[in-house]
């Protein structure tokens, strides 16, 4: 049981240079996140997906997209990356809905933007 | 908005107790602990919803008072292990998406 994959680990881009960060879940999970996290900033939320077919943007979206590609995948895209999106990138996924239910967090992509 | 976490940072000698707090501006429905090791991604420590739900590990305690929007994590007898970064996510309505707090940095020495 993988849990969250996330796909690439690490990633070096130039300025303007465009990504893809890749998302995966095989807990069955309807909602899923993307998050940033910057030192001293705690983790911020760029866009979610409360169920497959919807998204919403959260505190950060500026400069990125997203895809629920199906319940399983989603993923997070740079158009033309910049020096302040250096981050290191967390996706997470949960049932969703309400309830006591736990967000299981990816190991994490760290990118860097020259 | 972020919930607000205090103190920012924590210092205990192995035994110690210490408290970490979370205060949003906005009705909440449920609060989520989580700890975060350098290097790896952050790990759920505890949930606990409006109306008095909770679910946790069974070594760590914490409480929400709901009118106040507040919720406190409490860390007993603490160990090496303890050590990391501590965050708060809150909820404004079930099934939206948890907004963190900046963080709480726990250090424990022996």
């Known amino acids: 049981n993988a849990g969250v994959t996330q796909t690439p680990k690490f990633q070096v881009l130039k300025t303007g240079q465009s990504m893809t960060l890749q998302c995966a879940q095989d807990?069955?999970?309807?909602?899923m996140y993307w998050y940033r996290q910057d030192p001293g900033m705690g983790l911020r939320l760029i866009y979610y997906?409360?169920?497959?077919?919807?998204?919403d943007k959260g505190e950060v979206p500026n400069g990125y997209n997203v895809s629920r590609l199906n319940k399983r995948e989603f993923s997070l895209r740079l158009e033309s990356a910049a020096p302040s999106q250096t981050s290191v990138y967390f996706c997470?996924?949960?049932?969703?809905?309400?309830?006591?239910?736990?967000?299981?967090f990816g190991a994490g992509s760290r990118l860097t933007v020259l | 908005q972020q919930p607000v976490q205090s103190p920012q940072a924590v210092i205990l000698r192995e035994g110690e107790d210490a408290v970490i707090n979370c205060s949003s501006s906005?009705?909440?429905?449920?609060v989520h602990w989580y700890r975060q090791k350098h290097g790896e991604a952050p790990v759920f420590l505890m949930i606990?919803?409006?109306?008095?739900e909770q679910k946790g590990h069974e070594k760590i305690s914490a409480s929400f008072n709901e009118k106040k929007q507040q919720s406190s994590l409490y860390l007993t007898a603490s160990q090496l292990s303890y050590s990391g970064t501590y965050f708060c996510?809150?909820?404004?309505?079930?099934?939206?998406?948890?907004?963190f707090g900046k963080g709480t940095t726990l250090s424990v020495s022996s």
């Open positions: 997470a996924s949960r049932v969703g809905g309400s309830g006591a239910n736990v967000l299981t």
């Open positions: 807990m069955n999970h309807n909602s």
């Open positions: 997906s409360a169920s497959e077919g919807t998204t």
């Open positions: 906005k009705a909440l429905y449920s």
């Open positions: 606990l919803l409006k109306g008095g």
């Open positions: 996510g809150t909820e404004g309505q079930a099934g939206t998406a948890l907004i």
